[in-house]
């Protein structure tokens, strides 16, 4: 089992250089991989790509770009640079995004979401894989009259989906390399999700899926008050409907009961639920809420438990 964590240089002068200089202390903590999430500011691929070569002891992760506002042509385009860029240590996550920001953002309707994923990931399947691609669905198409393949890349980019619902499970099982679940806790990965991904994957003859869990924690000692700063940063999470049914079927009320807050002891029995519960990767985010020596301390229990 590897175990990473994802990168938050919010507040920092330069994203770029913040992200290299917290690459660096991860890969000396001993953390296989790094993980960037994908908002309206800096493209992750190519951060990831940056920061993949100037830290060759680790992967990098994208978690997760949405499939609305995009097309299969220019992620894969996107991803194989990555990959090359980083010798094959590049892995792109997906995800459907939300209501909210794909209407406001890009005027787009959030309109049959499980739909748009599947062609989306058949078409960027063929483009990652072959270099070409000659889809044609309902809501989108890919053909490439001129090659699209990228020297160096090595074929097949890793494709992961940010998916915790039946119906998202189903396609990423058939159609993805594995998942990228957040707030989703050793019950519901042990109960709902990773069955259900299990057999979609099974059923379409597909090797065993990754489930690569981003649990939010931190390793520190002032417990109760770093649990109230997660309840106020996690909340936002409880209004999106998929977030809110997750959580439930962890076992919490709040999005911060599925936060990992205590000492080392504490936080290494929760990084062990989460194998036992089918996890083949953890990457721990909001490692920064207690301030930089806890998510040190952090860093240094997690390269442990990698090891």
């Known amino acids: 089992m590897t175990v990473g964590a994802a990168l938050d240089t919010s507040g920092a002068h330069n994203q770029v250089d913040a992200s290299v200089r917290l690459a660096e202390e991860a890969a000396a903590a001993g953390l296989r991989s790094v993980w960037f999430g994908q908002s309206f500011g800096a493209d992750s691929p190519q951060l990831a790509a940056i920061v993949g070569r100037a830290v060759p002891d680790l992967h990098v992760g994208t978690s997760a770009i949405p499939v609305f506002g995009r097309h299969p042509l220019v992620v ?65 198409s890919a053909t490439t009259p001129i090659p699209a393949r990228v020297p160096g890349a090595e074929p097949g980019v890793p494709l992961l989906v940010a998916a915790m619902g039946p119906q998202a499970l189903r396609v990423s099982g058939e159609l993805a390399d594995g998942i990228l679940p957040y707030l989703a806790g050793p019950r519901a990965l042990a109960d709902h999700i990773v069955p259900a991904l299990t057999a979609a994957a099974e059923a379409a003859g597909r090797p065993a899926p990754r489930i690569v869990a981003l649990v939010p924690g931190v390793v520190t000692d002032d417990v109760d008050t770093v649990r109230a700063r997660a309840t106020e940063n996690l909340a936002f999470y409880e209004q999106i409907p998929s977030y809110a049914r997750v959580i ?54 997690l390269g442990e438990l990698a090891g």
């Open 248 to 301: 439930e079927l962890s076992g919490g009320r709040r999005a911060a009961d599925l936060a990992v807050i205590g000492d080392e002891k504490a936080v290494e029995a929760e990084v062990r639920r989460y194998r036992d519960a089918g996890a083949t990767e953890i990457v721990f985010s909001g490692t920064k809420m207690a301030g930089a020596a806890d998510r040190r301390r952090t860093w240094a229990l």
């Open 76 to 140: 894969s385009s996107q991803a194989q640079t990555a990959q090359a860029a980083t010798h094959g240590r590049y892995h792109l996550g997906l995800a459907l995004g939300t209501k909210l920001l794909t209407e406001n953002g890009f005027g787009l309707p959030f309109e049959r979401p499980i739909a748009r994923l599947r062609e989306f990931l058949t078409a960027l399947r063929q483009l990652t894989e072959t270099g070409t691609a000659d889809f044609h669905g309902e809501l989108l």
